[in-house]
């Protein structure tokens, strides 16, 4: 039986910009950082205001004052994607995504709700070693991606915290199709409703590997349960009648260390957690990340491939990111 495989990895990144004041900004300084700030209101802000990622002009009385909020919250991610890119000179970063408006607090309280910390973790999964794995020779690298049909699309988990059942969900979806060569797209809003084994709590954040097991008794279809938490922000009731979807896929195990990674990779993607909440996350757009401080781990993403010096991850951000 082909097993569900969630490991904790500690991938982190941060990046500090150099603060500078939209008051400072000569003329034509301030009418071209105008200019960038249309310029992606008509690209992000509709998607931005549906997901609740614009800052809250109500609380601003002055009209003046709440655009120049704007524009310096689009100047500071400006500036936070030059010292990125200077930290990280392999991977490529952008002002040009739907988190742009938001400061440094705002995203990092956004990305830690879709993640539950706590000692739930110790004893929630198997612990495998390499030699569990049964893995022959492993290759110089790997990418599910783009070797095999059994990773389906990049998904949007939008304002709800449920990043852990999405990790979770594609996970399945792709051990399952690995054993029977069936990639099924299944309910992640059935994952963040029902899943509360273990203290998962939709869209306030959960456990993937909790998530895992739970669907390991089965899943209904995406098409029979669609996904709706990400535009309500609300986790949802727990009582859709679906028929479940049977799953050759058994219960969460856990690997750790980099032989472990890349011997379980080599089989089948992985659940892994990061630490997402800060600039280099938030304004990704390529390549690889170098700049991996020490810090805690707050979003669970997938795995999907490796070569001799990085890991390849699959987000839920949506095909923007």
């Not at 002055?62 to 400006?78: G, P, S, V």
């Amino acid at each position: 039986m082909q097993r569900a495989i969630a490991l904790t990895a500690l991938l982190a990144a941060s990046a500090t910009a150099a603060n500078q004041a939209v008051v400072s900004l000569t003329q034509d300084e301030r009418a071209t950082l105008e200019q960038d700030l249309s310029d992606w209101m008509g690209l992000f802000g509709q998607e931005a205001q549906t997901e609740g990622l614009l800052p809250n002009s109500n609380s601003i009385l002055n009209e003046e004052a709440a655009f120049n909020d704007q524009l310096q919250r689009l100047l500071d991610t400006k500036n936070a994607v030059a010292q990125a890119s200077l930290e990280n000179p392999d991977a490529e970063f952008t002002h040009l995504n739907k988190f742009a408006l938001m400061t440094d607090a705002e995203f990092k309280k956004y990305v830690a709700v879709s993640f539950e910390r706590g000692a739930s973790l110790r004893g929630a999964e198997d612990n495998l070693t390499v030699d569990d794995l049964e893995v022959g020779i492993l290759a110089t690298s790997k990418d599910w991606t783009r070797e095999s049909k059994c990773v389906s699309p990049v998904q949007n988990q939008g304002q709800c915290g449920s990043c852990w059942a999405f990790s979770a969900v594609g996970v399945s979806e792709s051990a399952h199709c690995i054993k029977t060569g069936q990639l099924f797209k299944l309910s992640e809003q059935q994952v963040t409703s029902c899943s509360t084994n273990g203290g998962s709590q939709g869209c306030n954040g959960g456990w993937p590997w909790y998530a895992i097991d739970y669907a390991s008794q089965g899943l209904c279809l995406s098409s029979a349960w669609p996904y709706t938490s990400g535009s309500t922000g609300q986790t949802g009731s727990c009582n859709k009648q679906c028929t479940k979807q049977k799953l050759s896929i058994g219960k969460n195990g856990r690997v750790s260390g980099e032989s472990g990674v890349v011997a379980a990779l080599n089989k089948q993607p992985l659940s892994v957690t990061v630490e997402a909440g800060n600039n280099v996350w938030r304004n990704y757009k390529g390549g690889v990340v170098s700049t991996c401080p020490g810090a805690q781990s707050d979003h669970a993403v997938i795995a999907v491939g490796y070569d001799g010096q990085s890991f390849k991850v699959k987000n839920s951000w949506g095909t923007g990111w």
